[in-house]
């Protein structure tokens, strides 16, 4: 019986679609240095905001800020109030020395947290209304702080590292793309998934668009993920980049796209990681440098800091 002869793809037919848009022409990279998506959503207004995922979201410093900042505010606001309906209303401002508003703000932040030392008191209807509706917010507010804080500390984020540089370099007879990779954190990373996607404009009818091409991995998945991981695309005949050269990947606007995903036991729930190399950080004839130490006794010892290492051949 003849052996069915199955019609092969052409170039055309292997572009991929990531939803990042076919008609993206700008030399802006895909993805920045913190591993976000280069999108700026505009003309939604106030709908498109969720102040819980901007919280989240947040780097530690500027949460802590943001609380702080809000803290002031909110004791400077019912501070005025209180200066407004008048300090005499709050007990105990004889005995002190300070201005009536800072008075009035002391009483605010004791009112707000709750602590009720007992030493400031409101007089009259008004103030004890306004104490009663900032007690309220108090609590409302800490509850919400509190809230926050746990999603933080419980939201599962890798923290895994890349080489500055991604390199073609000799393997195996032939040319090969590669980088490297490695968790910064004691965490234990297991069912390590790869991919490399190659992000180029291809002109069609006279118009560039740009198109994306998964490149296939040496390896792509690994069980447990302890040391760094060298990921390399072999640049064979059927790699769509075999030929090319520092030139053309900058008349393309190439860029290199790095999925990652891994199962974390200490969230027991998988992560994820991107990464983007642009056409300018494409080093050809070079190789990375070693990480370990063999010098060292027991165990092994891996200088993490060495990770983007590399010499030229």
């Not at 590292?161 to 968790?183: C, E, M």
Request: proline share 3%.
């Amino acid at each position: 019986m003849a052996k069915k002869n199955t019609p092969r793809k052409n170039f055309s037919d292997r572009f991929r679609e990531l939803g990042l848009g076919i008609g993206r022409t700008t030399s802006g990279k895909l993805i920045d240095k913190e591993g976000h998506f280069n999108v700026i959503r505009k003309g939604i207004g106030i709908h498109g905001f969720s102040l819980y995922h901007w919280l989240i979201n947040l780097s530690w410093i500027r949460f802590f800020v943001f609380v702080l900042l809000s803290y002031i505010l909110v004791n400077l606001l019912f501070a005025v109030l209180y200066w407004m309906i008048g300090a005499e209303h709050l007990t105990e401002l004889d005995a002190t020395n300070m201005h009536p508003f800072w008075h009035c703000f002391y009483f605010s932040s004791q009112t707000l947290t709750t602590v009720g030392y007992g030493r400031i008191s409101p007089v009259g209807e008004l103030a004890s209304m306004v104490a009663a509706f900032e007690a309220m917010i108090g609590l409302l507010g800490f509850a919400f702080a509190t809230g926050i804080l746990y999603g933080r500390f419980s939201k599962a984020k890798s923290k895994i590292i890349f080489s500055d540089r991604i390199l073609v370099s000799p393997y195996q007879g032939i040319k090969g793309l590669k980088f490297r990779i490695a968790n910064t954190r004691r965490n234990e990373l297991i069912e390590m998934e790869a991919r490399l996607m190659y992000s180029f404009l291809h002109e069609e009818n006279g118009e560039f668009k740009r198109r994306y091409m998964s490149l296939d991995l040496e390896i792509s998945f690994i069980n447990m993920f302890p040391l760094p991981w060298t990921i390399v695309h072999p640049i064979g005949d059927e790699s769509p980049i075999q030929g090319k050269t520092a030139e053309d990947f900058s008349r393309e606007r190439a860029e290199f796209l790095v999925i990652l995903k891994g199962y974390d036991e200490t969230f027991n729930q998988y992560v994820h990681q991107i990464h983007d190399y642009d056409f300018d950080e494409v080093v050809f004839d070079a190789n990375f440098k070693p990480m370990f130490d063999p010098a060292a006794g027991a165990g092994t010892v891996v200088h993490l800091d060495k990770i983007s290492d590399f010499i030229k051949l």
